[in-house]
């Protein structure tokens, strides 16, 4: 079964706005990361928060996790055009397993 | 430039030929992965090459055959393939640490592979 998941699948907001991106997934972890991939390119990583952590940013990037929910989210403050791409979540499970990724939320930004 | 470069960026082939993709990366990692990226899927975790030792996935057929000669190039030989392997293969390298801790990917920008 898949570990984790992505709502919405797709997100289409005015330049400006914020962007607000959740994941979700099904067993203990490490931790969480984000990641951004741009159409015909390779993903690019972007934060990292550990499960210790209930919050982390990077510049107009938050990330907040709730391991009690099992749930994280990715907010993306003050939109740009440029920040059109796919975001997927992936996590590192506690057993040890490589990361497992997400469908993706498809993100448009519209100038 | 991501540090992780793959070649080539697009291949076409046949389904009775033999190809190769390559993958190179200048990070000073120590682990090397090949991913599979097919529309509306998750990635897909197709070898890991880490501390110079091989973990595959089962699921993943016998036509896909790994390769690291060293910690810097990974390749992937592909022979007989199917046209529903038609995919953004992707390749990724990170740093694993001696406790487990695995540093965040690095990917390359893949290879666009069309089976015909």
């Known amino acids: 079964s898949q570990q984790g998941e992505e709502d919405p699948q797709a997100l289409s907001i005015q330049e400006g706005e914020n962007a607000t991106m959740n994941c979700s997934y099904k067993t203990s972890i490490n931790n969480l990361q984000w990641y951004r991939q741009n159409s015909g390119r390779g993903l690019v990583h972007l934060i990292l928060?550990?499960?210790?952590?209930r919050e982390k940013h990077s510049g107009r990037l938050r990330v907040t996790l709730d391991t009690s929910k099992k749930s994280s989210s990715l907010l993306i403050t003050a939109s740009r055009a440029a920040d059109t791409a796919s975001y997927f979540c992936?996590?590192?499970?506690?057993?040890?397993?490589?990361?497992?990724f997400g469908e993706g939320t498809q993100l448009t930004v519209n100038p | 430039e991501t540090g992780v470069t793959q070649t080539p960026r697009h291949l076409v082939m046949g389904m009775t030929n033999k190809k190769s993709l390559k993958c190179e990366q200048h990070?000073?990692?120590?682990?090397m992965y090949w991913y599979k990226q097919s529309a509306k899927k998750p990635l897909e975790l197709m070898f890991v090459y880490s501390l110079e030792e091989r973990v595959e996935n089962n699921s993943v057929p016998s036509r896909f055959s790994p390769e690291c000669p060293n910690s810097s190039h990974l390749f992937l030989h592909l022979h007989t393939l199917q046209p529903e392997d038609s995919a953004l293969y992707l390749c990724?390298?990170?740093?694993?640490?001696?406790?487990?801790?695995?540093?965040?990917?690095?990917f390359g920008n893949g290879t666009r592979l069309t089976v015909t």
């Open positions: 990724a390298s990170s740093r694993l640490f001696d406790d487990s801790y695995n540093s965040p990917l690095h």
């Open positions: 928060i550990r499960s210790n952590e």
């Open positions: 992936a996590t590192e499970e506690t057993s040890g397993s490589r990361l497992t």
């Open positions: 990070l000073g990692h120590n682990a």
